[in-house]
């Protein structure tokens, strides 16, 4: 079973929609991390949660929001989906134990707004 | 705030032939870099990393980078690359503090002629 998990894989949906993408880890780790990926812009940063009452913005999360539920949850949310929100996104997860460790990231979910 | 460069957006390579992919990133104080690889179709797996000590570190299929402190440049190489390396390969950086998140460069895409 994967470390860091996402659900769902794929999904295509209307503009307009709210769709939550969602993370969920058995690795313990305190930290986790939304990016998304796009050709030639690599992974950006667009929300990340250092506990569970901690919750930060990146540097895209406008149309986005966040939910920390569970130290093992970690859910991301577009309000109102746009075409341009098309993109791989990834969830991680990080530790911070010795304040030196990398992060581990899920499959992956394949976005596709129409 | 700190930032990543990757200015090698598409390297085309022979197999056998040796592989450096530079990285350089912004931050003048103490920092953890990565090296991930994201194979076609798969999430991002670390290939290596350094927090501190020898700046050569090597990691796993052979690569080994360099931390150059005053040139702040992570570099990766590979004396002998494989048609298996095709992939994407992306530099990160996290300032030594348990208050800094992870942050991606734009990433090089590797193909490699058989």
């Known amino acids: 079973d994967a470390d860091v998990t996402q659900t769902p894989r794929n999904r295509i949906t209307k503009t307009g929609k709210r769709i939550m993408l969602e993370c969920s880890q058995t690795k313990g780790h305190d930290r986790m991390y939304w990016y998304r990926q796009d050709p030639g812009l690599g992974l950006r940063l667009i929300y990340y949660s250092f506990d569970v009452k901690d919750i930060n913005k990146g540097e895209i999360s406008d149309g986005y929001s966040v939910s920390r539920q569970a130290q093992a949850k970690f859910s991301l949310s577009l309000e109102s989906a746009i075409p341009n929100q098309t993109a791989l996104y990834f969830c991680a997860t990080s530790d911070t134990t010795g304040g030196n460790t990398e992060a581990f990231f899920g499959q992956g979910t394949r976005l596709t707004v129409v | 705030a700190q930032s990543v460069s990757q200015h090698n957006h598409h390297v085309i390579l022979s197999e056998a032939a040796s592989l450096e992919l530079g990285c350089n990133y912004s931050?003048?104080?103490?920092?953890?870099l990565f090296w991930y690889v994201q194979y076609p179709g798969q999430h991002l797996q670390l290939l290596l990393k350094y927090f501190s000590g020898d700046p050569l570190v090597k990691g796993i299929k052979g690569f080994e980078a360099e931390f150059i402190k005053s040139k702040f440049s992570f570099n990766l190489r590979k004396p002998s690359v494989q048609w298996s390396d095709t992939a994407e390969y992306f530099c990160a950086v996290k300032r030594d503090s348990s208050a800094s998140k992870i942050i991606f460069g734009s990433g090089t895409r590797l193909s490699i002629r058989p």
């Open positions: 931050y003048g104080g103490t920092v953890n």
